[in-house]
């Protein structure tokens, strides 16, 4: 428990660090409150990544062994993800295509340093296909790709993402001790540590911002974590990780399907229709209408805190219960594409038109 404090209080100082000297590298560092996704009032750092990073680091010199020999060759692995996110938070230049292919290159330097790939999806016949190690590096590079910008579309509100990755990870470790893996599950509770560390300083009000660099090594580390689970802990397989990072991959998949069919915008491009802004704009403003923006912000994120606590809890109850798990992740498909469609047309339905918002889910 000590060791988990003093990561919490390493990151929690190291980002209280980066906001009170802003004045001296903010030039590089600001965000600044204009932008498609933008909800803050104030040019903010946006360099929050930084202080798990170290939180992360100093983790991994006070660990043990066995801990050690999880988080070290995370760590390294993620380092094309983290550092092309913050040149990205610092200069504004580098493209999503350009950082997607960084997330999916830390994850086959993971395989390459520890020789773990995805091959216990659950799905015989794609079993049977990943046993071809090529391919199975290919489709864990895609996978953990994946999650890490899933992790990164999440980053919209004051502590959503941050709180999500540490809910998410904290499931994983409770069910990575339930089947005796002690050692990853430590690594599980730290890197969620460090994630709540950042969020003291980021929740609510925003002080300090995850950026592209925090946002995609959380979400790497995640993507990994939900990789090692199963293969560590064959009676675990990989729909049990699905639900646990249900929401980040939910939200992304439905929001590529959402902007192809919207002519003339690009896959990639931002726009301000994700279920998170449509929450802030139809449920938060409406029910808190004078308090201050910036808190307004802050309160959207525990709605989500308990949005992705759901699926989680019931993967931790039911991780080795394929069928339960395969039912929930389709309760929760249905749930979110009916309250989409309440947000963003006014009605409780699934249909294409779901993912062609109208204009009504632009308004205030």
């Known amino acids: 428990m000590s060791n988990y404090l003093l990561i919490f209080t390493l990151t929690l100082l190291a980002s209280a660090g980066l906001v009170v000297t802003q ?27 930084i202080a798990i990073a170290l939180g992360l680091f100093i983790a991994w010199l006070f660990a043990a062994d066995d801990v050690r020999a999880i988080l070290g060759p995370m760590l390294l692995a993620g380092l094309p993800a983290f550092a092309f996110g913050l040149l990205e938070d610092i200069t504004k230049k ?74 998410m990870l904290g499931a994983m470790g409770i069910i990575a001790l339930n089947v005796g893996d002690t050692p ?96 802030h704009r139809r449920v938060v403003r409406h029910a808190f209408p004078h308090i201050d923006a910036a808190l307004q912000n802050g309160l959207t994120s525990p709605l989500f805190w308990l949005f992705v606590s759901l699926p989680t809890g019931w993967a931790v109850v039911f991780a080795q219960d394929t069928p339960m798990l395969i039912l929930a992740l389709a309760v929760l498909v249905f749930a979110y594409s009916a309250v989409y469609a309440r947000l963003s047309q006014f009605r409780w339905c699934f249909s294409a038109a779901t993912l062609r918002p109208s204009f009504a889910a632009n308004s205030p």
Request: charged letters at 10%; a positive charge; one cysteine or more.
């Open 23 to 49: 004045r001296w590298h903010g030039h590089l560092t600001l965000d600044n409150a204009f932008g498609v996704q933008n909800h803050h009032t104030q040019p903010t750092p946006r360099v929050g990544g």
């Open 94 to 167: 580098v493209s999503v295509l350009q950082r997607l292919l960084a997330t999916m290159a830390s994850g086959a330097l993971a395989w390459y340093l520890t020789g773990v790939a995805m091959q216990n999806t659950g799905l015989p016949a794609l079993d049977w296909l990943l046993n071809y190690m090529p391919l199975a590096v290919l489709f864990t590079a895609f996978a953990v790709g994946g999650v890490a910008n899933a992790v990164n579309i999440i980053d919209g509100f004051n502590g959503l993402a941050s709180g999500a990755v540490a809910i």
């Open 184 to 279: 990853l599950a430590t690594v599980c509770f730290v890197v969620a540590t460090s994630a709540l560390g950042f969020g003291a300083v980021n929740w609510p009000f925003g002080k300090l911002f995850l950026g592209d660099g925090g946002a995609y090594l959380l979400g790497f580390l995640l993507a990994w974590m939900a990789v090692l689970l199963p293969m560590r802990n064959p009676q675990i397989n990989a729909w049990t990780t699905i639900l646990v990072c249900a929401y980040p991959v939910l939200e992304v998949g439905f929001s590529v399907r959402r902007r192809h069919r919207r002519e003339g915008h690009h896959p990639g491009q931002p726009d301000k229709v994700h279920m998170h802004h449509l929450i």
